[in-house]
């Protein structure tokens, strides 16, 4: 599966974003999805991941109730709407594909990726 994220950008402190990542190739309604965060001088992380149906959803413990994680599996794409944006939410947010088990936070745990979008949030 091929994955391309999207709608990155610089947004105010407090101010939202939503990202999109458009999924092609194998069934797209097959994989589980995530985000991942990586900022600059740091290690990528977990920020939220989705189950197949789209019923069960994960977040990190410093986007949980301003993040939230949907996907459209007609359309073959996974959304992260950002809220109460911080500066500390400054990162390259790449989406990526899991064919295993739901509740993966590693970066192990996903077996594709899509390039990264590039989030900044000004103070």
């Known amino acids: 599966v091929q994955l ?3 709608g990155g ?3 105010q ?3 939202s974003l ?3 990542c458009a999924a092609s190739g194998r069934t797209f309604s097959s994989y589980i999805m995530g985000w991942f965060r990586q900022a600059p001088g740091k290690e990528r992380e977990f920020v939220s991941t989705i189950s197949r149906s789209g019923a069960r959803t994960s977040y990190a ?4 109730g301003r993040f939230t994680i ?3 599996n007609a359309k073959n794409k996974v959304f992260l709407q950002m809220n109460g944006l911080e500066p500390e939410d400054t990162a390259v ?8 088990s739901f509740g993966g936070r590693r970066s192990s745990d996903y077996d594709y ?11």
Request: charge should be positive; hydrophobic fraction near 30%; charged fraction near 15%.
């Open 4 to 6: 391309q994220a999207s």
């Open 9 to 11: 950008g610089l947004v």
């Open 13 to 15: 402190a407090g101010g």
């Open 18 to 20: 939503k990202l999109s």
């Open 61 to 64: 413990d410093p986007v949980k």
């Open 70 to 72: 949907s996907r459209d």
């Open 93 to 100: 947010y790449s989406c990526a594909a899991s064919g295993t």
């Open 113 to 123: 990726w899509g390039q990264g979008t590039l989030v900044t949030v000004s103070s």
